[in-house]
């Protein structure tokens, strides 16, 4: 299993109160993606059984409305130069923790 900081993500939240993650797109594909969150400032998506991206660094204002939300969407960008659609979109069910599984500051350094 290979973890990948992703450090140049955006969270979107909806009228609605839906959240989006925009994340750089890649070459994997995703089969039956989790996000796992604590509330904290790391979340861990897990796009399949081998591609795992921490989202490092969550802005305080947006962690209740992820820890709150039963799935989010994430959109993964085509960073290919000139393109101007996604690469994909897909919903991600978000599971709460009390506490994430691992240490990421440890990991992250």
Same mark, same amino acid.
């Given at each position: ?15 609605? /109160?839906d959240?989006? &993650?925009?994340?750089?797109?890649? #070459?994997? *594909?995703?089969? #039956?993606? %989790? %996000?796992?969150? !604590? /509330? ?9 059984? *081998?591609? +795992? *991206? &921490? %989202? !490092? ?9 992820? =820890? $709150?939300?039963?799935? +989010?969407?994430?959109? #993964? %960008?085509?960073?290919?130069?000139? $393109? =101007?659609?996604? =690469?994909?979109?897909? $919903? *991600?069910? +978000?599971?709460?923790?009390?506490t ?8 992250l350094?």
């Amino acid at each position: 299993m290979t973890f990948r900081p992703e450090n140049s993500y955006r969270i979107f939240r909806h009228t609605g /109160g839906d959240i989006m &993650i925009g994340i750089r797109g890649h #070459e994997t *594909v995703p089969s #039956e993606p %989790l %996000l796992m969150y !604590d /509330g904290g400032a790391h979340g861990v998506l897990r796009r399949n059984r *081998v591609d +795992v *991206v &921490i %989202l !490092d660094h969550i802005h305080p204002d947006v962690r209740r409305h992820i =820890k $709150a939300a039963r799935q +989010v969407t994430i959109l #993964e %960008l085509d960073t290919t130069p000139g $393109a =101007k659609l996604p =690469k994909r979109e897909y $919903a *991600v069910p +978000v599971q709460t923790l009390d506490t994430l599984p691992f240490d990421f500051e440890a990991l992250l350094a």
